[in-house]
């Protein structure tokens, strides 16, 4: 198995908790600021986006997306200028993803919003806290920490109806992969992968150890996953047809906050303690 490599390093002013990509890396601090870096990672623009600790922070087409304790979600320009303020969604939100052109939503109150153009789409109340999101249209996946749910939604028909299509074990983080699902499993050591279609009924094709203590991370691109915990272990795998097969791993001593891979062979990692990696694989 090939081992994974520093290409570079910095230091971020303050603790890291959350990353975003969008041919610029964003990292959220737990002081509320956002501060922005190349692929090289040389500094770009740096914003104070809220009070206190970003939960939450996802990139698109040229936006920014971020969450607090304030309860909605803000949207900035590429440069830290702020395009829009979200109304809260009745709880804190902790998991945001883009899909497309719309932004989705989720807090600790089970309320999933969908945004397109910064106006309110569809609402959905999926009853439990959502830590994690990923949307495979027209599937939804929320995790929490037992279950993974599948509803069905379509916002062009209904702004608040929903079905639930399936229930399975595991919680967050999690990520689509093309025609594949990646749940971490229960006990938050192992990754499961499923088939992400409702003809199998989204059957667990594969398991595995990623982690010898709480998994906090996991990132897709293009056909390999990036996991990263508690261990301070980042580890690559290949997704190869039903089974997860190692492709390199290296020990960074610290506890990963959040990773978020650009590339099949390329991820940035923050870790505690404000350090910033790129990691390359072989």
């Given at each position: 198995?090939?081992?994974?490599?520093?290409?570079?390093?910095?230091?971020?002013?303050s603790?890291?908790?959350?990353?975003?990509?969008?041919?610029?890396?964003y990292?959220?601090?737990e002081?509320?600021?956002?501060?922005?870096?190349?692929?090289?990672?040389?500094?770009?623009?740096?914003w104070?986006?809220?009070?206190?600790?970003?939960?939450?922070l996802?990139?698109?087409?040229?936006f920014?997306?971020?969450?607090?304790?304030?309860g909605?979600?803000?949207?900035?320009?590429?440069?830290?200028?702020?395009?829009?303020?979200?109304?809260?969604?009745?709880?804190?939100?902790?998991a945001?993803?883009?899909h497309?052109?719309?932004?989705?939503?989720?807090?600790?109150?089970?309320?999933?919003v969908i945004?397109?153009?910064?106006?309110?789409?569809?609402?959905?109340q999926?009853?439990?806290?959502?830590k994690?999101?990923?949307?495979?249209?027209p599937?939804?996946?929320?995790a929490r920490?037992?279950?993974?749910?599948?509803?069905e939604?379509?916002?062009?028909?209904?702004?608040?109806?929903?079905?639930?299509?399936?229930?399975?074990?595991?919680?967050?983080?999690?990520?689509?992969?093309?025609?594949?699902?990646?749940?971490?499993?229960?006990?938050?050591n192992?990754?499961?992968?499923?088939?992400a279609?409702?003809?199998?009924?989204?059957?667990?094709l594969?398991?595995?150890?990623?982690?010898?203590?709480i998994?906090?991370?996991?990132?897709?691109?293009e056909?390999?996953a990036?996991t990263?915990?508690w261990?301070?272990?980042v580890?690559?795998?290949?997704?190869?047809g039903?089974?997860?097969?190692?492709a390199?791993?290296?020990?960074?001593?610290?506890?990963?906050?959040?990773l978020?891979?650009?590339?099949?062979?390329?991820a940035?990692?923050?870790?505690?303690?404000g350090?910033?990696?790129?990691l390359?694989?072989?």
């Open positions: 198995m090939s081992a994974l490599k520093i290409e570079a390093e910095i230091k971020v002013e603790e890291p908790c959350v990353v975003a990509w969008d041919n610029t890396l990292v959220g601090t002081t509320g600021a956002i501060f922005s870096y190349d692929k090289n990672l040389s500094p770009g623009a740096d104070i986006a809220h009070e206190s600790q970003v939960f939450a996802s990139a698109a087409n040229g920014v997306y971020s969450s607090s304790y304030d909605g979600v803000r949207v900035w320009s590429a440069k830290g200028d702020k395009i829009a303020e979200l109304p809260p969604t009745g709880g804190d939100i902790g945001l993803c883009v497309e052109n719309q932004l989705i939503s989720g807090d600790e109150s089970g309320n999933v945004y397109e153009n910064n106006k309110v789409k569809a609402k959905y999926v009853l439990e806290e959502v994690d999101i990923s949307l495979k249209p599937y939804m996946f929320t920490d037992l279950y993974v749910t599948v509803t939604i379509k916002p062009e028909e209904s702004k608040t109806r929903f079905t639930t299509r399936h229930t399975m074990e595991g919680r967050a983080p999690l990520r689509v992969a093309g025609t594949r699902l990646l749940v971490t499993a229960r006990g938050a192992n990754l499961q992968l499923h088939d279609s409702i003809d199998t009924k989204f059957k667990k594969h398991e595995v150890k990623v982690s010898d203590m998994l906090t991370s996991l990132s897709v691109s056909d390999h990036w990263g915990g261990d301070g272990v580890r690559r795998w290949k997704i190869a039903d089974q997860l097969q190692p390199g791993e290296i020990n960074l001593g610290v506890c990963v906050n959040a978020v891979a650009i590339k099949s062979d390329v940035y990692v923050v870790l505690t303690g350090r910033l990696v790129c390359k694989g072989a």
